[in-house]
């Protein structure tokens, strides 16, 4: 079994920064995909980025490219995601997500293991 736990979200101003953490746990994800999905009220879960366990490959969705950054600490079992340059329309509920394997994916029905959630609100 596999247990992600979000933290750093919080209220931001328009162009700010905030870091997000993706704690994991249960074992060792070496051959997981982890990616970030967010939520805003109202809306659908949309994905937002992913990584590999060797950092390989990263791939974002269109309208973070340049603005966000997704890392793996392998030695603190940890995946950030760094945002930056933030905007009213980034507000939402952010995910941490987990699947077997490397093959790609930004379909939230491919990932399997869940956190429980940050809010991230973009002031202007």
């Known amino acids: 079994q596999v247990q992600l736990v979000e933290s750093g979200g919080g209220m931001v101003q328009v162009g700010g920064s905030l870091r997000l953490s993706c704690a994991t746990s249960?074992?060792?994800?070496?051959?997981?995909?982890v990616a970030w999905f967010r939520q805003a009220p109202g809306k659908e879960r949309e994905f937002v980025t992913r990584?590999?366990?060797?950092?390989?490959?990263?791939y974002y969705e269109d309208s973070v490219k340049g603005r966000f950054t997704i890392s793996w600490d392998n030695a603190k079992n940890t995946v950030f995601l760094q945002m930056n340059k933030l905007k009213p329309d980034d507000t939402a509920d952010y995910y941490c997500?987990?699947?077997?394997?490397?093959?790609?994916?930004?379909?939230?029905?491919?990932?399997?293991?869940w956190g429980q959630g940050t809010q991230v609100i973009v002031s202007s």
């Open positions: 249960g074992r060792t994800l070496d051959s997981f995909t």
């Open positions: 990584i590999t366990y060797t950092s390989e490959h990263a």
């Open positions: 997500a987990a699947k077997y394997g490397i093959a790609s994916s930004d379909n939230k029905y491919s990932y399997k293991f």
